[in-house]
């Protein structure tokens, strides 16, 4: 997916998504940069465009951007700079993680589901800068932690208990890790409370196959505890 922003993270101006395994095709990358530039935010019409790592292996850019008149430059960002930009975007979702888990643990359930979107949207930004491997599946990993946590938001007792969006979130956590138990639990939890005991069941079972070390045991107990 390619995304153009003009305010943050959470405000794109353009959104193109792409279909299959690998990265989207140069000559698609190129013309979704000339709607970019030919299609500037109000009142803003960069004399500099920095593009990301991830726009390295596009060489076909080049002649396009050099092209442009002046006052116009470019530049591609380091894979130093790439990796530190990384760095600072793990800790600001830690960060957000962190104060989460205390909302949490006083049961301030909207302000603790607002953080942990937070945490996770910053997670989403490293995917979409496409970051060095390493960095990628510690996005990916994190990701999953956040989305659990929200999960567990969502499923706290009282006025405001939203089970289908602790079900949604629960999904997701599991596709960003499959191996991290707490996304298959929180996805069971949702499905008992909405009666769906069977597919609970099936929830825990995929986790079997999935999880290692301690996890196994822990879907293993939560399997002998599910009701008949």
């Known amino acids: 997916m390619c995304k153009s922003f003009q305010g ?6 353009f959104v193109q998504s792409f279909v299959g395994d690998g ?10 940069v000339r709607v970019c ?37 470019y530049k591609f960002q380091s894979r130093a700079h790439a990796r530190a930009h990384a760095a600072f975007l793990f800790e600001k979702a830690e960060e957000f993680k962190l104060k989460g ?25 490293v995917l979409l800068l496409g970051h060095a491997e390493r960095d990628m599946r510690g996005a990916e990993k994190l990701r999953a932690v956040c989305l659990a946590n929200r999960a567990a938001a969502h499923l706290l007792d009282g006025p405001g208990q939203d089970v289908q969006q602790a079900l949604s979130d629960g999904v997701e956590a599991e596709r960003a890790d499959s191996e991290y138990v707490k996304g298959y639990l929180r996805q069971m939890r949702a499905h008992v409370l ?13 986790a079997a196959g999935k999880v290692q070390g301690a996890d196994v045991q822990v879907v293993a107990q939560a399997l002998d505890a599910l009701p008949q």
Do not use: Q, W
């Open 23 to 32: 990265p989207p095709a140069a000559d698609v990358v190129l013309d979704f």
């Open 37 to 73: 530039i030919a299609n500037p935010a109000p009142a803003m019409l960069p004399a500099t465009l920095i593009l990301t790592a991830a726009f390295l292996p596009y060489a076909t850019l080049t002649p396009f951007l050099s092209a442009l008149p002046a006052p116009f430059t």
């Open 8 to 13: 943050g993270m959470d405000d794109p101006r």
């Open 101 to 125: 888990n205390v909302l949490y643990g006083r049961r301030e359930r909207a302000a603790a589901v607002e953080a942990y979107a937070e945490a996770a949207d910053i997670c989403e930004h």
């Open 194 to 206: 909405l009666k769906n005991l069977g597919e609970a069941r099936r929830v825990l079972e995929r």
